[in-house]
């Protein structure tokens, strides 16, 4: 370390590396030698990480203006800053005085000791990253992990966040994501849906089945193929209820909507319930004496 120099070499700490070797104390050449490879490295880090930075502004801005692909976005930003940092890192150590055998040896070593320390992190932001990749979720779809269901808000690089069908937030860590089954309700265009009629006593069933498919087919919204099918099912109290499954562009037709219209149609196509004729009570004019009253649950008098 006394053998120490000042890198003169177009560093533009140079001067500063010589004004404190010069001067009149203890240890002089090894700290100018410090602080001008300390500054160097500074300065080198904080100008890899601004170009990092503005690299990644200038390519999301041009994402922006040709994909409205927000996964793809955050996938980027991702990658971008995982560079930045080490790519700023590296050539700080290597504008400090580090010789690229050194470096490799460290990374070799901080490598082995941050995966023994963090590697459910690791493996979090590596699932992270092959989710944005992969994309078996958007963000924006509804899907359900284990025993969280709600619609994608971001894929961070180590979470996930879901918003719930009450409106909460649930933080997942995105290896349970990764390695678990997952099921996304927005991943096909047409989805099942269905609507349930309650079948009139003394209604004949296969009439009313013919029916309501004809109805649930003769709307322009529900998909031809797969065609919808109607089932009847036997409830407790012996009575009969159909119930029709159709398929439904979802993104194309507001399936509440389409279910009211249908419920309606199948209402009107299968005809109004019997109604059975009802007694209702017949009450005395008022001051009418107590004794002339008719007892409870007696019909009343005639007159």
Known sequence: MAAATCDTNGSPFARLCTFIQERPF????????????????????????VVGRFLRRVTLRALGRTTPNAQLKTLVNNVFT????????????????????????????????????????LRNVLAGIFLLIERPFRIGDWITVGDQSGSVQTIQLRTTALRTGDGQLAILPNLAAFSGVVVNANAYDVRQFSVAARLAPGRELEPALRAVRRIVEANEAVSKQPPPFVQPRLDADGGVTLTARYWVEYRRHDPDALAAALVEAIHEGLGPWPTAAVPTAAFPPPGTPAEDMPPAGAAPKSK
Not at 88 to 107: D, H, K, R
């Open 26 to 49: 203890g240890g002089s050449d090894v700290i100018g030698v410090v602080v001008q490879n300390l500054l160097q490295a500074i300065v080198v880090f904080i100008l890899v990480f």
């Open 82 to 121: 995982i560079a930045t940092l080490v790519v700023a890192i590296l050539a700080a150590m290597t504008a400090g005085g580090l010789s690229i055998s050194v470096l490799l040896t460290i990374g070799g070593l901080s490598s082995l000791a941050i995966g023994l320390a963090f590697q459910d992190l």
